[in-house]
């Protein structure tokens, strides 16, 4: 049984514990949290901690915290002998490097609380500073998914960078036109076959290939029209984001 201390309790951290709870292989034994009012959820199900003197030890100390306090909490952990893992997609293996044996436990989705995930099919990108270290992370990955790989830190790094494209902004242009919508008084689940369709294509084509629009077709006076309809904060964005589609397949116009 592989016996895990999470430290964190936001959202990659809620839904790692329950992945792990999940899993036949693995018991999430304590939980961290510098807020008592944090480990409410996670009291009901196992031994939580204010206190990161207090620990027990453990195979893994998963830190899915946020950036800026990764090597901070790092240093306050000195056990020889579990393996201190981090879930950051932009901190790199050498944050840890305080420790003794450590490595990366990243998985590759965007995760709300309230929003279930399948998680075997997420993918989980590792890392270690050694060998043996690295197939015992694996183990753990394998145990709540089916896609594990080995991805070093430059890697993750533009992994990420392009996983804040895809994810990130794109929600937020989908906040963009429902707040579209929104002033025209229009229902902005008119637009989810749209937003579904176009995730659905990049199944069978790639992203180049599934781009259509008047960007695209450089059909000005629909552009005109949009920039002339558009407020001045979107309207930067619009022009913007033409101006790459149109930088990208420029050959083609």
Known sequence: MIEV??????????????????????????VYNHKQESLKYFSSFTDTT???????????YLLAL?????????????????????????????????????????????????????FTKIPVCIEA?????????RSLASSITKDVREIDSEQRKALHVAAVFVNNFSNHLYSIGAEICAENKIDFSILKPLIAETASKIESLNPQEAQTGPALRNDQKTIETHLAFLSKKHKDIYTLLTHSIQDLHGKKL
């Open 5 to 30: 201390v999470i430290l964190g309790t936001g959202n990659v951290a809620f839904h790692l514990f329950n992945a792990f709870s999940e899993s036949e292989n693995i018991r999430v034994i304590q």
């Open 50 to 60: 204010t206190n990161i003197k207090n620990l027990k030890p453990a195979h893994f």
């Open 66 to 118: 946020k950036d800026d306090v990764i090597p901070e909490i790092a240093e306050q952990l000195r056990s020889d002998d579990g393996i201190v893992v981090h879930t950051s997609g932009a901190v790199g293996l050498n944050a840890l490097d305080s420790t003794t044996n450590f490595g990366v436990f990243y998985p590759l989705q965007t995760f709300s609380k309230n929003k279930a995930v399948d």
């Open 129 to 137: 500073n050694t060998a043996k270290n690295l197939e015992k992370i």
